[in-house]
């Protein structure tokens, strides 16, 4: 299998532009997260789906930002609009399941910056 | 008080050194995750555990369960083992992060 594929690897937007950021998981695994990472709060969760169906977003900072899994094979985090703040490292992962059995396999991640 | 501690934050070393990173953590967990990241930000997944030790080549990981702690260890350390080493806890289906040890190992 390729891994977690995520694209693209970098985005340079403008303030107040949409941003959508997309995500593959490893065919089979059903557990998708999304993190976003920054230097002054390390990795946050933002959501994470099970069989397709969102279980936790309290970690979605804004409604600007959503997330949906139309399948399970896709998945986007979207931000509407976009704000500077926004500028972090967005990684995707997947495992088979949480707790002892969930080995967490991460994609490449998404160098978002908003100027 | 974070749920989880890694110690030290940056460590320094010479090529050839045993590396000790620790990761104390004071909620009941399911398992114990060792992430490394390094330059570049690509996140792999190094050990996942629930007790006991892993070994992997030259890495080795251990856990205390009792002592709601867990160590990672690199044996002759390399200049390539230079990353970012992230301990994560898997607590009530969500993962709690350590804010990461950064290492520097110089040839």
């Known amino acids: 299998d390729a891994g977690v594929i995520q694209s693209p690897r970098h985005e340079v937007t403008e303030m107040g532009q949409e941003v959508t950021l997309r995500c593959k998981p490893i065919?089979?695994?059903?557990?998708l997260f999304w993190y976003r990472q920054t230097m002054m709060r390390g990795l946050e969760l933002l959501i994470y789906?099970?069989?397709?169906?969102?279980?936790?977003d309290s970690g979605m900072p804004e409604d600007r930002f959503s997330a949906k899994m139309p399948n399970a094979s896709f998945s986007t985090l979207k931000i509407q609009p976009s704000e500077p703040r926004d500028s972090a490292v967005y990684f995707c992962?997947?495992?088979?399941?949480?707790?002892?059995?969930?080995?967490?396999?991460f994609g490449e991640g998404s160098r978002l910056t908003v100027l | 008080k974070n749920e989880v501690e890694q110690s030290p934050q940056n460590l320094t070393a010479q090529e050839g050194e045993f590396i000790t990173i620790n990761c104390s953590y004071s909620?009941?967990?399911?398992?114990l995750h060792w992430l490394q990241q390094h330059p570049g930000g690509g996140i792999v997944s190094l050990f996942m555990l629930s007790s006991g030790k892993k070994k992997h080549g030259r890495l080795i990981a251990t856990i205390n369960i009792q002592e709601k702690h867990s160590s990672l260890h690199i044996t002759a350390s390399h200049p390539r083992d230079s990353a970012v080493y992230i301990c994560?806890?898997?607590?009530?289906?969500?993962?709690?992060w350590g804010a990461g040890t950064k290492l520097i190992i110089k040839p």
């Open positions: 789906f099970n069989n397709n169906v969102p279980i936790d």
């Open positions: 065919s089979g695994h059903d557990y």
């Open positions: 994560a806890v898997s607590y009530n289906y969500q993962l709690i």
């Open positions: 909620v009941g967990i399911s398992a």
């Open positions: 992962a997947s495992s088979l399941a949480t707790g002892p059995a969930g080995e967490l396999f």
